[in-house]
């Protein structure tokens, strides 16, 4: 049989940078995240001088971990609160970080701000739970996993979703759009698999158990 004739498409052009511009505040910023439209980049960094340079302060001090908004065009900056690794919500109204801690790290985090841009001022703190527990925007409402809870922060109301027999003791993951959520928990019974894995919805709580002893 002949041999079959594939076509091929032209490749997409390499991306080319077509213009530099110093952005100095971000240099060392150990996070940061683009606003939706595109215009503005929310970003932490420590404020204390000795701490610019390729090195990390195993002991920053907290009030010195600023979140901060900066304006690519004009190179202008905006102090906001005490915090690190900023995530924006759908709108762009809100911003969500974590509280320095001391060690840094996302992990190292507990307290999580919830900043009102067109306020100027935070509109609430939550305390996601167990220790690193997953958090994510759905549009402007940011859910999270509290002990047994799943609740959903929006417009100014902290709503209890759903209740959970047990607290996670494993790891637990929000889905990027906000509206599902991963559980897995060590199974330490004598059977196969050594996982149970749940699947559920931030919006109505109600989970499924995907993997484990009674799946």
Do not use: K, M
Request: charged share 25%; proline share 10%; net charge negative.
């Amino acid at each position: 049989a002949p041999a079959r004739a594939f076509s091929q498409a032209e490749p997409d052009p390499p991306l080319a940078c077509e213009e530099r511009v110093p952005l100095d505040e971000v240099s060392w910023a150990p996070s940061f995240a683009w606003s939706p439209d595109g215009r503005t980049i929310a970003f932490s960094r420590d404020l204390n001088p000795h701490s610019r340079g390729p090195s990390i302060r195993l002991r920053p001090d907290p009030a010195q971990v600023r979140v901060r908004l900066l304006d690519p065009a004009t190179g202008r900056t905006q102090d906001l609160a005490a915090g690190q690794w900023p995530s924006w919500s759908a709108s762009g109204r809100y911003l969500a970080f974590t509280d320095p801690q001391v060690g840094g790290g996302p992990q190292a985090a507990t307290d999580v701000s919830l900043y009102d841009l067109r306020e100027g001022r935070i509109a609430a703190t939550v305390r996601p739970e167990p220790y690193a527990a997953d958090t994510r925007w759905s549009g402007d409402a940011f859910v999270y996993w509290s002990g047994r809870q799943i609740r959903r922060w929006q417009d100014g109301t902290d709503l209890l979703v759903a209740r959970r027999d047990e607290q996670p003791t494993g790891f637990v993951s929000v889905s990027g759009d906000g509206e599902r959520v991963l559980i897995i928990d060590p199974d330490d019974r004598p059977v196969r698999p050594p996982l149970d894995i749940q699947l559920g919805e931030t919006a109505t709580g109600a989970l499924e158990l995907l993997v484990g002893a009674r799946a």
